[in-house]
């Protein structure tokens, strides 16, 4: 059974930080390209971030700068610690692993920045 578990939302100010991570098991977690995605009501998932296998990142430029994705395949978690956070950097983060024959996704995590 696959699973993919985030933590680490949360309520944060204007400039904080929040460090999310997930878990992932059930498939080979370091053969996937593993990414965070944003939604907000009404509005269709976005990327934020990813790692390659290889560990080769991409980020949004929205983030660029500010969030630092990472992965550990003997933990087989990847994170992403998000400084100088914004009000427009709330929505829910879904944890998505993917490879050439299988996509999951976590359940969100609400990240909320707001004074």
């Known amino acids: 059974q696959v699973q993919l578990v985030e933590s680490g939302g949360g309520l944060v100010q204007p400039g904080g930080s929040l460090r999310l991570s997930c878990v992932g098991s059930?498939?080979?977690?370091?053969?996937?390209?593993m990414s965070w995605y944003r939604q907000t009501p009404g509005k269709e998932r976005k990327l934020v971030a990813l790692?390659?296998?290889?560990?080769?990142?991409h980020y949004v430029d929205a983030v660029k700068g500010r969030f630092t994705i990472s992965r550990d395949n003997a933990e087989k978690s990847v994170s992403l610690q998000m400084n100088s956070l914004k009000p427009e950097d709330t929505g829910v983060y879904y944890c998505?692993?993917?490879?050439?024959?299988?996509?999951?996704w976590g359940q969100g995590t609400q990240v909320t920045v707001s004074s």
């Open positions: 998505n692993s993917w490879t050439v024959t299988n996509q999951y």
């Open positions: 059930g498939f080979i977690f370091s053969d996937a390209t």
């Open positions: 790692i390659t296998n290889r560990e080769h990142t």
